[in-house]
């Protein structure tokens, strides 16, 4: 294994996952980390945890046990994958766990940089933008657990880090990789706050950081990294290969981000929304979304996605964690359901439904597949199941009619 790569989130890691496989490498996500070394022939593995929203203390241990797993596999460099929207709070995980890596590895610098331009996702001036919004004003900001109200990255990571957060703008990024590298020698900063706007500036700054020993972002740093390892003659060539799966397909989402919500409402097929109120009552369980999913002809869709009003209200009523805890059951159950009567795709909504979704399924690794969107690959889960398992805020209006199709295709 030469990449090693840790991700906070099971969408997350497959998005790093479709990057690297386009990029050339052979690449298998492991759902948390493994108790056997890895197959043989794996070029980049990736350990995608559920580690995003838990306490800083947890997720640096789960990090770390990740970390020392993939060096154990003989990787040479490590990257450590969050969301493209740098999902946290100023109390959060990304700056601990990052510096946890960074203390482990021996690192002197860290570059962290989110940007994912083919998703809309840009860093200017150390600011993180979504589209032509920033990302306080792109409704990131009314996320129900990791609410991002600052765009400016050097403000929000340096409330993470005992360290100093130094920038490399972007008019260093664009002179490329040597002016990059040159960027970096002359900061005194241990954190590096990378702008980025073009899949070309993520392709410098990959090269650019050869031979750190931690790298940090979104999936799109991901883009430059297999290059160093190609150049030497290190890559087999073998990524690749996909087989469809027939069968029936269901959609469960529980994102309330503005582009899950625009897919919810775009929907053709049978649609169950789940009142958050409702399920907190028992009025709904898993069993009811189950067997009306079975009933249904088409693409069915079970889905608790609402307006951050509605939301926020529930929170208030019953308590964030408890509202995050019941609505994660209700789609671990009814997932585990329907895969066992008979559904072999499934299309998830959300990070926090889709880690919650994986841990039920609990499959040891999963094979990437072709693209069904930026940053969202088909998934082999097993011989008879695959998924698709999508970031809240990524695809397009039709996005599960067009996970739907992928999933039943062969490459």
Same mark, same amino acid.
């Given at each position: 294994?030469?990449?090693?790569?840790?991700?906070?989130?099971?969408?997350?890691?497959?998005?790093?996952?479709?990057?690297?496989?386009?990029?050339?490498?052979?690449?298998?996500?492991?759902?948390?980390?493994?108790?056997?070394?890895?197959?043989?022939?794996?070029?980049?593995?990736?350990?995608?945890?559920?580690?995003?929203?838990?306490?800083?203390?947890?997720?640096?241990?789960?990090?770390?046990?990740?970390?020392?797993?993939?060096?154990?596999?003989?990787?040479?460099?490590?990257?450590?994958?969050?969301?493209?929207?740098?999902?946290?709070?100023?109390?959060?995980?990304?700056?601990?766990?990052?510096?946890?890596?960074?203390?482990?590895?021996?690192?002197?610098?860290?570059?962290?940089?989110?940007?994912?331009?083919?998703?809309?996702?840009?860093?200017?001036?150390?600011?993180?933008?979504?589209?032509?919004?920033?990302?306080?004003?792109?409704?990131?900001?009314?996320?129900?657990?990791?609410?991002?109200?600052?765009?400016?990255?050097?403000?929000?990571?340096?409330?993470?880090?005992?360290?100093?957060? =130094?920038? #490399? &703008? !972007?008019?260093?990024?664009?002179?490329? @990789?040597?002016? %990059?590298? /040159?960027?970096? *020698?002359?900061?005194?900063?241990?954190?590096?706050?990378?702008?980025?706007?073009?899949?070309?500036?993520?392709?410098?700054?990959?090269?650019?950081?050869?031979?750190?020993?931690?790298?940090?972002?979104?999936?799109?740093?991901?883009?430059?990294?297999?290059?160093?390892?190609?150049?030497?003659?290190?890559?087999?060539?073998?990524?690749?290969?996909?087989?469809?799966?027939?069968?029936?397909?269901?959609?469960?989402?529980?994102?309330?981000?503005?582009?899950?919500? =625009?897919? #919810? &409402? !775009?929907?053709?097929?049978?649609?169950? @929304?789940?009142? %958050?109120? /409702?399920?907190? *009552?028992?009025?709904?369980?898993?069993?009811?979304?189950?067997?009306?999913?079975?009933?249904?002809?088409?693409?069915?869709?079970?889905?608790?996605?609402?307006?951050?009003?509605?939301?926020?209200?529930?929170?208030?009523?019953?308590?964030?964690?408890?509202?995050?805890?019941?609505?994660?059951?209700?789609?671990?159950?009814?997932?585990?359901?329907?895969?066992?009567?008979?559904?072999?795709?499934?299309?998830?909504?959300?990070?926090?439904?889709?880690?919650?979704?994986?841990?039920?399924? !609990?499959?040891?690794?999963?094979?990437?597949?072709?693209? %069904?969107?930026?940053?969202?690959?088909?998934?082999?889960?097993?011989?008879?199941?695959?998924?698709?398992?999508?970031?809240?805020?990524?695809?397009?209006?039709?996005?599960?009619?067009?996970?739907?199709?992928?999933?039943?295709?062969?490459?």
């Amino acid at each position: 294994m030469l990449l090693g790569c840790i991700g906070d989130d099971f969408t997350g890691s497959s998005d790093l996952g479709n990057t690297l496989t386009k990029a050339g490498m052979r690449s298998v996500q492991y759902v948390g980390v493994p108790d056997r070394p890895a197959e043989a022939g794996v070029e980049a593995g990736i350990v995608a945890l559920k580690s995003r929203s838990l306490p800083v203390a947890e997720a640096v241990r789960q990090s770390l046990a990740a970390l020392d797993w993939l060096m154990a596999q003989g990787c040479e460099q490590i990257l450590f994958k969050y969301c493209s929207t740098f999902d946290s709070t100023p109390e959060g995980n990304i700056g601990p766990v990052a510096e946890a890596l960074a203390d482990r590895l021996g690192a002197e610098q860290v570059i962290f940089c989110p940007a994912f331009p083919a998703a809309g996702r840009t860093v200017y001036q150390g600011h993180l933008f979504v589209g032509d919004r920033l990302l306080s004003e792109s409704g990131m900001e009314n996320h129900p657990l990791t609410p991002m109200t600052d765009p400016d990255l050097r403000r929000w990571l340096a409330r993470q880090v005992q360290g100093e957060v =130094g920038h #490399v &703008a !972007a008019a260093q990024v664009f002179g490329g @990789p040597q002016a %990059i590298r /040159a960027a970096f *020698a002359a900061s005194g900063a241990r954190h590096l706050i990378c702008d980025a706007i073009r899949d070309e500036d993520l392709l410098a700054l990959g090269r650019a950081a050869q031979g750190h020993p931690l790298v940090t972002g979104g999936s799109g740093i991901a883009m430059g990294l297999p290059e160093a390892f190609r150049s030497a003659g290190r890559l087999s060539g073998a990524a690749g290969g996909w087989r469809g799966q027939k069968g029936r397909a269901v959609v469960l989402s529980g994102s309330c981000s503005n582009a899950t919500r =625009g897919q #919810v &409402a !775009a929907h053709a097929g049978p649609s169950l @929304p789940v009142r %958050i109120e /409702a399920l907190m *009552a028992d009025e709904i369980t898993s069993r009811c979304a189950t067997e009306w999913s079975l009933a249904q002809e088409g693409l069915p869709l079970v889905y608790s996605s609402a307006e951050p009003e509605a939301v926020r209200a529930a929170q208030e009523r019953f308590g964030r964690e408890a509202v995050a805890e019941k609505v994660e059951g209700f789609f671990a159950e009814s997932a585990r359901a329907l895969v066992a009567h008979g559904v072999t795709r499934l299309i998830t909504a959300g990070g926090e439904t889709s880690g919650a979704v994986v841990e039920a399924l !609990a499959p040891a690794a999963l094979e990437i597949g072709p693209e %069904i969107a930026p940053g969202v690959p088909c998934l082999r889960a097993g011989p008879d199941l695959v998924l698709a398992l999508k970031s809240g805020n990524f695809g397009g209006p039709d996005f599960f009619a067009e996970a739907e199709a992928m999933l039943g295709r062969d490459a």
